[in-house]
């Protein structure tokens, strides 16, 4: 069975400061994928960046980007110049070889940005 | 290009009533999915779509649960004798084409809260 794990509830970062959120995942499929979701105090989820566990290089998009370690089956998200506005639950998620490709997700992390 | 729209934002309702909420897809996404999402966790999956098709129901979705999708635009779930244990956000998220790695995109979710 696929399994996100999250360990860190809630993390301050200082404003233009970088911060790391971590993620580790279990699955025992050879092809999946990897997701970051931001979701405001407002509640709508908003797709950050994504990972193939085949790709070679890490992903990044504009100021995210995801530190993937396949073998420590980490997938670490990395916010730099963190905003006022980055304060949100982030969650980690994956999807395997399921042909729903459903998601299966983490606790979350609440980011709180310091001004 | 327009989100994934969910209605009502807010349903609040008494213990035993029946509710239905509605998502419209981005358009020309074939693939739709229902999450269940309770305070302090991620979201679950309850359900998903291709096209009209509900091809796979989540232990979750009890047999007061309803979800469709007829002519595989929007859908419908809804709620037969809501129970307390029912309060939760409700997330709709679509995507196109099939794999891993395709990102669901998120409506902002429906909030039931069961009185």
């Known amino acids: 069975a696929q399994k996100i794990t999250q360990t860190q509830p809630g993390m301050f970062v200082q404003e233009k400061e970088a911060v790391t959120l971590d993620c580790t995942y279990d699955t025992s499929d050879p092809s999946y994928g990897l997701f970051w979701y931001k979701q405001p105090s407002s509640g709508e989820m908003i797709f950050l960046i994504y990972?193939?566990?085949?790709?070679?290089q890490n992903a990044t998009e504009g100021r995210y980007s995801l530190n993937f370690q396949k073998a420590r089956k980490s997938a670490n998200l990395v916010i730099s110049a963190s905003q006022l506005g980055d304060s949100a639950m982030y969650f980690c998620a994956m999807s395997g070889m399921d042909s729903s490709y459903k998601l299966i997700f983490g606790s979350g992390t609440r980011l709180l940005v310091r001004p | 290009d327009t989100g994934v729209s969910q209605n009502p934002r807010h349903k609040i309702t008494k213990r035993g009533q029946n509710v239905t909420f509605r998502c419209d897809p981005i358009s020309e996404h074939n693939r739709l999915y229902w999450y269940r999402q309770t305070l302090g966790q991620g979201p679950e999956f309850l359900t998903y779509f291709q096209n009209e098709a509900q091809l796979e129901k989540s232990r979750l979705l009890s047999d007061r649960f309803s979800a469709e999708r007829p002519k595989g635009s929007f859908s419908t779930l809804e709620i037969q004798r809501t129970e307390q244990g029912d309060s939760a956000m409700y997330l709709c998220?679509?995507?196109f084409g099939q794999g891993a790695l395709r990102p669901q995109h998120f409506g902002d979710g429906t909030r039931l809260s069961i009185l």
């Open positions: 990972q193939g566990s085949y790709d070679q």
């Open positions: 998220a679509s995507s």
